[in-house]
Each structure stands twice: as C-alpha cells, then as structure tokens.
C-alpha cells in the first residue's frame, strides 16, 4: 500500500466519504494549511481527537478522512470560513508536529465503501433521511444524493445524530455497512419512537 503525507487537522468530528465539513479557521497555522492545499489543489486529513483540545496538544484516532475544499469565503467578522467534502478513509501510521504547531501524518489510503444497494429493510431510513437532509440547506444541497446506497444513507445519518464520539468513529471505521444502518435505526427508534421508524 502506498504511503503518503498529508497535513492533518484534528476535530472533536468525525468526517464520512461524501460528506460536508463546514470549517471556521483562525488559528495560524491551518489558515497556512488552507492556503498551501487552495494553491496545490491538495487534500488535508480530517481525524477524531482521542484526547486532547483542537487548539493545543492532542491524541488522534488511527483512521481518518480526507477533506477536499470546495468553497471558501472570508466571514462578517473576520475568520475565515471553509466548506470541504470528505473524500477517501485513511489510516494514521505515524504523525509529528511541525515548530509552527500543525500536524503532518504519514498515512495509507484504505478501500473505499463499496456501493450497497440499500435492502428494502431500511427503506424507511431512506425516507426519513430525505426528508431531513432537505431541511439541513446549502450544505447538503450540492453533495447529490444516493438513497439506493446502504452505505451512503448510514454515513449520512452518523454524522447528523447525537451519536457519542466513539459510536461515530466505530460508523466510519466499519466496513460494513448493514451493521451502521442496525445502529442508525436503533438510535432512531430512541429519538423519534420505534412506530414511526416501523410505519415510515
């Protein structure tokens, strides 16, 4: 597999492939980031901090995601502000920290999520996720949508439900895609009521 270094930003959030990450930047050294990876066209790792806080020293979780920027702009108040999409999972093999503060990994890129077709089990999950992906605005309206994709609607509803941090990162790392949707529906029966989950 072969190996490569990206600069990482560690969040207490987790990315999914095909999802929106809106990001408000002021510290130094990821607005030197943003703008080595606008001029490169290059991607940076998005990783779910273990310990730590986004502004000081952190442990990472080993697997992560990719973000490529699609949008940028410069907000009312000053900071800049960025959208990114999630793009391929990767696996942390080592990191360092540079003398101005930002994290590089040297990382391996892992499979992608393979397209499911969604069983007709969780036809309802579709539905629901439709429904509330149209009230969410701009930032879900460009991402195009694959309700037919059992991985696509899992990964969409793991990073919009109040999921623990560890529940999250198990969503990403998982390559299965049927046990993220049992999850997804458990959850949902706790949140909106297991008759609805069943009638949608």
Known sequence: MKKIEVPLFPLHTVLYPGGPLPLRVFEARYLDMISHCLKSETNFGVVLIREGKETGPVTMHEVGTLARITDWYQGSDGLL??????EKRFRLLANSCR????HVGEIEILDEMKYMPLPKEFAGLAKILAGVLGDLGKLYESLGDRYDDAGWVGCRFAEILPIDSAGKQWCLETNDPIERLRLVRKILQTVRGAEQIADA
């Open 81 to 86: 502000g960025v959208t990114a999409i999630g």
């Open 99 to 102: 003398t101005d503060g930002l």
